[in-house]
């Protein structure tokens, strides 16, 4: 690391003999006097500063003695979602000076980083490389505006903090590094308060806490364990409560008082540096600095460590169920997907079922708002169908339509309900579907909801909650095989299995070759592969499939052949078709995943009957 520079080590030096007083919320004051929810409160260092600069000087009065420079989502990434992505530079150096003409020599300033959000609706994840592009462009105007310490906060991801704190050590300035907690002294991501310190501790945190997440009891408790896991410096910013919307307003009900009485709780258990996030104003922070004056950092006890209980194995259930994969390797098996309807009469989809039972298939696949349009529930109906036929389902459960709360209480619901066997899909995104006024959520990816079905059949939510009993999915991925190259996917495809998948259903082959490829790249990794068939049935059909489905892939010559035909003699094209791509992989494929479109059932029972067919 560099020399520190005299107001950096300054703070340290302050921070061993005395609890520093950090500053409240931004937001929160912008807010209430008057700047509306939809304004870019980063921006407002260039459109508005006199605002921004009256914030920072009432906190200076009321007793802070650090500022937090308004850049909280001063990034690349949220900045590119306005057009703004320009303007990075200015608006965190101008941040930057704001806050330091009001401190003064009086009052530290902290450079405000906060974490890098995927932008809303997208399914992706920010590649590494990119985050820490985007983290050095924002830290780098910070330093260059004249901070004397940076402070991450609110960051969920270990990983992204890990990238700021490695910026920081290279431009020479202590970090403050403070995740959120969310259940059960647990990030987002399920580290636990002890071993999110070792962690931080190892990656060279000045000072290591939290902050936002929750309010001023539930922090405390993350601070007292997380004091004894590390022996650096802890900071506490905690909300002001949980807020309540009231006459079009949102309002923290936590008096300040309060808040003051648990900042002394939390320096007692070590913090050395204490202010305040969501929801809390100069008066919080006034009641905080009079109940601290004097008071100097707790002695703490030498940091332990602290395992996180596992749960024993004896506890997680062993009996093997059934599943639509027991005839694997000894007959090719057969799944079908059926798409739920748009109303609510699902006599079709129930007929359809029954066909398809009578005739041996081995399950039947159950889409969710394929192409994003609204359809009905696929949990309920997948119940209702085996119910009615005995035949399992494979229920689609994509990251689209529910947040991560929405996720976890559907699929224990599913679990409920007796469903066994689900794929997880990252789903469409709504622009797909052109359902007006319905947004993406993509709170995961499908990654990252493996990861969530796995941990469910260990005990446990996302988040490390224990959940009194374990799950039994059976869970599934999807597979596109359908791109120039298919490393990527095949990249994606062991992260999906390592996550949890047990089967694998590709998105429809139309062409030998990248039928031969698939088979031949997917056999190492052991998993069943499921190859995706989608009869075609027309000229327009196969142009739009091609043109405007995402995943699917038709090559010329297959085009070529369904030009110019429809009615029967196009779906008899599209059915000679999908009939020699089984023959070509007959007794290379263990199984079949096929989807009839339109609803056709009776091109799936033909398939189904090619395929069972003896050699």
Not at 297 to 313: H, S
Request: some cysteine; glycine content about 12%.
């Amino acid at each position: 690391m560099k020399t520190l520079n005299p107001r950096s080590a300054l703070f340290l030096e302050r921070l061993a003999e005395e609890v520093i007083i950090g500053d409240g919320a931004m937001g929160t004051l912008l807010y209430s006097r008057g700047v509306p929810l939809d304004v870019n409160f980063e921006y407002l260092n260039l459109t508005s500063p006199q605002q921004v600069l009256q914030v920072h000087r009432d906190y200076v009065a009321a007793g802070a003695r650090l500022l937090e420079t308004n850049t909280f989502g001063a990034n690349g990434a949220v900045l590119a979602a306005i057009g703004l992505e320009k303007k990075v530079g200015a608006i965190n150096e101008a941040g930057a000076r704001l806050a330091r003409e009001a401190a003064g020599e009086l009052c530290f300033v902290a450079g405000s980083v906060g974490p890098l959000m995927r932008p809303r609706g997208e399914a992706q994840e920010i590649p590494p490389t990119q985050k820490e592009a985007l983290l050095a462009e924002q830290m780098e105007a910070l330093a260059q505006g004249g901070v004397d310490l940076f402070i991450l906060e609110t960051f969920a991801s270990l990983a992204d903090l890990e990238l700021a704190l490695g910026i920081a050590a290279r431009l020479g300035l202590p970090a403050v590094a403070q995740m959120a907690f969310i259940e059960d002294g647990r990030t987002r991501e399920g580290l636990s308060a002890e071993e999110a310190a070792r962690r931080l501790t190892q990656a060279g945190a000045t000072v290591l806490g939290a902050n936002c997440g929750s309010g001023p009891r539930e922090l405390l408790k993350v601070l007292e364990r997380m004091a004894g896991a590390t022996d650096r410096p802890l900071s506490a910013f905690p909300n002001s409560g949980f807020p309540q919307y009231l006459d079009g307003r949102y309002i923290y009900l936590a008096t300040p008082d309060y808040f003051a009485a648990m900042a002394r709780d939390m320096a007692g258990a070590g913090a050395s540096l204490i202010g305040g996030c969501c929801g809390t104003t100069p008066e919080h922070i006034r009641a905080l600095a009079g109940a601290l004056a004097g008071v100097k950092p707790a002695v703490r006890p030498r940091a332990r460590r602290v395992e996180t209980p596992v749960r024993p194995e004896a506890e997680i259930p062993s009996a093997r169920r059934r599943t639509f994969l027991d005839g694997w390797g000894r007959r090719p098996v057969v799944t079908v997907e059926l798409d739920p309807p748009r109303g609510l009469d699902c006599g079709k989809v129930i007929e359809a079922a029954r066909a398809l039972t009578a005739a041996g298939v081995d399950a039947i696949s159950l889409a969710e708002n394929p192409l994003a349009r609204i359809r009905m529930g696929n949990i309920a109906l997948a119940r209702k169908i085996e119910e009615d036929t005995g035949t399992p389902v494979i229920v689609h459960v994509t990251c689209r339509d529910r947040n991560l709360i929405g996720l976890h209480s559907e699929l224990m619901g599913a679990h409920l309900l007796g469903l066994r066997t689900l794929l997880a899909v990252t789903g469409d995104p709504v622009s797909v579907g052109g359902e007006g006024g319905a947004t993406s959520v993509f709170d995961l990816n499908s990654i990252g909801l493996l990861e969530l079905l796995s941990a469910l059949n260990a005990g446990k939510s996302l988040l490390g909650a224990d959940l009194g009993g374990c799950s039994q999915f059976l869970l599934g991925a999807a597979f596109n095989p359908n791109l120039p190259s298919m490393d990527g996917q095949l990249r994606r495809l062991e992260k999906k299995i390592a996550a949890g998948a047990r089967f694998v259903q590709t998105q429809p082959v139309y062409s030998p070759q990248i039928l031969d490829e698939l088979l031949a790249r997917t056999a190492p990794l052991q998993v069943p592969v499921l190859v995706g068939l989608l009869p075609l049935v027309s000229e327009r059909n196969a142009e739009f499939l091609h043109n405007e489905v995402p995943g699917i892939s038709l090559p010329d010559g297959v085009r070529a052949r369904m030009k110019g035909k429809s009615g029967g003699a196009g779906a008899a094209e599209g059915m000679a078709i999908a009939g020699e791509l089984v023959e070509g992989c007959r007794g290379r494929a263990g199984g079949f995943y096929l989807m009839p479109p339109f609803g056709r059932v009776e091109l799936a029972l033909e398939l189904m009957a090619l395929i069972r067919r003896e050699a």
